[in-house]
């Protein structure tokens, strides 16, 4: 027997079907349940680091997808990967010049830890409202976002930012979740077209 946090059944079968990590399936799980991409959506994949997602993502849609994150990830076939800081206007210059419209936005990030849990809530939080703030800044009318985020003190600020900006708004647990996380994804569809955010919430 491995370790609950690294070697579960989603572990050994991201290992098996050739994804680069388990997060692969909480993904897949979200596409089929809610079908936030469709055939010819064009995807930015924010946090994407080591890739899984990406890959995944690519076989939903023709269109472009571009993988981002601080540190370096494996090219992936037919994926452009960017490497630096999605929140600034540099990476951000990087990232729409490839595209002429952005459909979907999803962000399956998360800080370095510390172990203490109240700052690595506050700060994962903090890391999710910048996915938003992206989706928010760069998503067309009717465009999807998905980030993931952790419940407890801030989630609801978030999710309020979420809904007061997107049509639809579901909160899921994905199976691949591993057991006693608060780890959630946030689904947002059908983006409002404007930004519908006070001074000071993001």
Known sequence: MGSQWGADRYYRKSKTEGYRSR?????LEIQDKFNIIREDDNVVDLGAAPGSWSQVIRGMTDGQVIAVDLNQITPIENVITIRGDFTTEKVQGQILSHLDLVNVVVCDASPKLSGQKAYDQARAIGLSEKALKFAILVLKPGGN????????????ELLDIARDNFYGVKVHRTRATRKGSTEVYIVAKNFKGFSNVSEGQL
Request: no cysteine; aromatic share 24%.
């Open 23 to 27: 997060a692969a399936y909480k993904i």
């Open 145 to 156: 976002f998905v980030v993931k985020a952790f419940q407890g003190e801030m989630f609801k």
